[in-house]
């Protein structure tokens, strides 16, 4: 979906969701970057503030959580921290 131009706008930017105590004592704010990492990868997603998410958890879109949860264990611990500023949008290509 994020190919096509016509329906690249549609797709929805994957976030990771902390409550919003989470964001102060992490020092996060919505809208900018955070750094998830495990011991197995690490993910950079915008950072989006959600009250449904309970203190202590992070919320990673599937896609992007399968670079950091090992199926080989019972519970995968993911450590949160500021990432680099957000990358400026696309300019888009003038057809006219």
Same mark, same amino acid.
């Given at each position: 979906?994020? $190919?096509? +131009?016509?329906?690249?706008?549609?797709? =929805? %930017?994957?976030?990771?969701?902390? $409550?919003?105590?989470?964001?102060?004592?992490?020092?996060? *704010? =919505? &809208?900018?970057?955070?750094?998830?990492? *495990?011991?197995?990868? *690490? @993910?950079?997603? !915008? !950072? =989006?503030?959600?009250?449904? %998410? /309970?203190?202590? !958890?992070? *919320? @990673?879109?599937?896609?992007?959580?399968?670079?950091? %949860?090992?199926?080989?264990?019972?519970?995968?611990?993911? &450590? %949160?921290?500021? &990432?680099?500023?957000?990358? /400026?949008? +696309?300019?888009? =290509?003038? $057809? &006219?």
């Amino acid at each position: 979906v994020t $190919h096509s +131009a016509a329906v690249s706008a549609l797709a =929805a %930017v994957p976030t990771i969701r902390l $409550h919003p105590d989470e964001l102060n004592r992490l020092g996060l *704010s =919505a &809208g900018g970057t955070a750094r998830a990492a *495990s011991p197995r990868g *690490s @993910v950079t997603l !915008v !950072v =989006a503030s959600d009250t449904s %998410v /309970p203190p202590g !958890v992070v *919320s @990673v879109p599937a896609g992007e959580a399968a670079d950091l %949860v090992d199926i080989a264990t019972a519970v995968t611990e993911v &450590g %949160v921290e500021p &990432g680099p500023p957000p990358a /400026p949008p +696309a300019a888009k =290509a003038d $057809h &006219g």
